[in-house]
């Protein structure tokens, strides 16, 4: 059993920065493959972002490359997603998910285990 706690959204004015968190319970973080999604108002949800159980087997969308960085802190349970050089489009509800199969060694886009409750990110133009 996994809970998922997103923070750090905001509003900000294209071009800035944010920083994303999102805390995970349990002991089997460690063995989790970790990502991000978002969701856009009257689109589908968007894959971001995932990392693996090692902390650098990284996959990007290609929306995001070159100004979004995903990393993880085993240690502290939290997987992060810094959000440079911001953009209009980026705006959207941005989820946590946890892909517990195989012990962290891949994440599955249509297999998600767990999902946070979501935190806003608006960029004003």
């Known amino acids: 059993q996994v809970q998922l706690v997103e923070s750090g959204g905001g509003l900000v004015q294209a071009g800035g920065s944010l920083r994303l968190s999102c805390a995970a319970s349990?002991?089997?973080?460690?063995?989790?493959?970790m990502g991000w999604f978002r969701q856009a108002p009257g689109k589908e949800r968007e894959f971001v972002a995932n990392i693996l159980w090692n902390g650098y087997t990284i996959n990007y969308a290609d929306s995001v490359k070159g100004r979004f960085t995903i990393s993880r802190d085993n240690a502290k349970n939290t997987v992060f997603l810094q959000m440079n050089t911001l953009k209009p489009e980026d705006t959207a509800v941005y989820y946590c998910?946890?892909?517990?199969?195989?012990?962290?060694?891949?994440?599955?886009?249509?297999?998600?285990?767990?999902w946070g409750q979501g935190t806003q990110v608006t960029v004003s133009s």
């Open positions: 998910a946890a892909d517990l199969t195989y012990g962290g060694t891949s994440f599955d886009l249509e297999s998600i285990d767990y």
């Open positions: 349990g002991r089997t973080f460690s063995r989790s493959a």
